[in-house]
C-alpha cells in the first residue's frame, strides 16, 4: 500500500519562510504532486516533483529525494494568502493505475 | 493550464433521491478521469477511475450500484449517486489527467 505523512498544522508569520515535510512510502513511484487548497474549493497544482532535486517556481520550490521517500514545499515572503491547506500526493504506477494518493494535508496559517 | 469544470457546484437533496454530477474536460480530451470524495477537515479520496468507453475502476470500499459512473466521451464522465443518504454529504471532486492532474472546482452534496 500508500503512506503518506504531513505535519497537521503550522503557524508562520507574513514575510517568513515556511517549509512543509511529507514523507512517504511507495511501490512504482511516479511522482509527487504539491496542491494548495483552500477552505471550500477544490485544490490547485503547485509542483510536481520525479527526480531527486529542488524545483523552483516563484515564491514556491519543492524538493524530492526518492531514495529517503522524503519531500518539501517551501514557501518565501510569505502572504496572508498563502492561508491554505497544502496537499502532497503521490502518484504510483502499481496495478496500472495513475490517479494520486493523498496525505491528509497540512493547514498553514499565516499571521500578521 | 487545463481546465476541468464541475456541475453543479452544490446541491441539496432529500434522502432517497439521485443526484448527478458532471465533470468536463473544456479543452483537452481526457480518456481516464478520477472521483474523489472529501470529508470535512479531512484530505481527498479517490473514489473511482473514470475509463472512456469502458467500466469504472472502484476503489475499495466504493460501492458501485450506489456510485454509478458513466464515461461516454472523451470530455465528459458523470457520477450519479443513487439513493443518497445523509451519510454520502460530501465534498466531491473530480480530476482529468494529462501530465498531472487537473481538478475541478467541487460539487458539495448535502443530503437532507
Known amino acids: 500500500g500508500q503512506n503518506i505523512d504531513q505535519p497537521t498544522e503550522m503557524t508562520a508569520t507574513e514575510g517568513a519562510i515556511v517549509q512543509i515535510n511529507c514523507t512517504y512510502q511507495t511501490s512504482g513511484f511516479n511522482g509527487l504532486f504539491w496542491y494548495q487548497q483552500h477552505a471550500g474549493e477544490a485544490p490547485t497544482f503547485l509542483s510536481y516533483n520525479v527526480l531527486d532535486g529542488l524545483e523552483e517556481k516563484g515564491r514556491f520550490s519543492s524538493f524530492l529525494s526518492r531514495s529517503k521517500g522524503y519531500s518539501y514545499l517551501l514557501l518565501k515572503e510569505l502572504q496572508m494568502k498563502d492561508s491554505a491547506s497544502y496537499l502532497c500526493a503521490v502518484r504510483s504506477l502499481l496495478a496500472g493505475r495513475r490517479a494520486l494518493t493523498f496525505g491528509s494535508g497540512t493547514r498553514l496559517q499565516v499571521q500578521p | 493550464g487545463a481546465v476541468v469544470s464541475q456541475h453543479p457546484s452544490r446541491v441539496i437533496c432529500k434522502s432517497g433521491t439521485s443526484v448527478k454530477i458532471e465533470c468536463r474536460s473544456l479543452d483537452f480530451q481526457a480518456t481516464t478521469m478520477f472521483w474523489y470524495r472529501q470529508f470535512p477537515k479531512q484530505s481527498l479520496m479517490l473514489m473511482a477511475t473514470?475509463?472512456?468507453?469502458?467500466?469504472?475502476?472502484?476503489e475499495q470500499g466504493v460501492e458501485k450500484d450506489k456510485f454509478l459512473i458513466n464515461h461516454a466521451s472523451l470530455t465528459l464522465s458523470t457520477l450519479t449517486v443513487t439513493s443518497a443518504h445523509p451519510e454520502d454529504s460530501s465534498f466531491y471532486i473530480c480530476s482529468a489527467r494529462l501530465a498531472e492532474q487537473f481538478f475541478g472546482p467541487g460539487t458539495r452534496l448535502t443530503v437532507l
Open positions: 473514470s475509463n472512456e468507453g469502458s467500466k469504472a475502476t472502484y
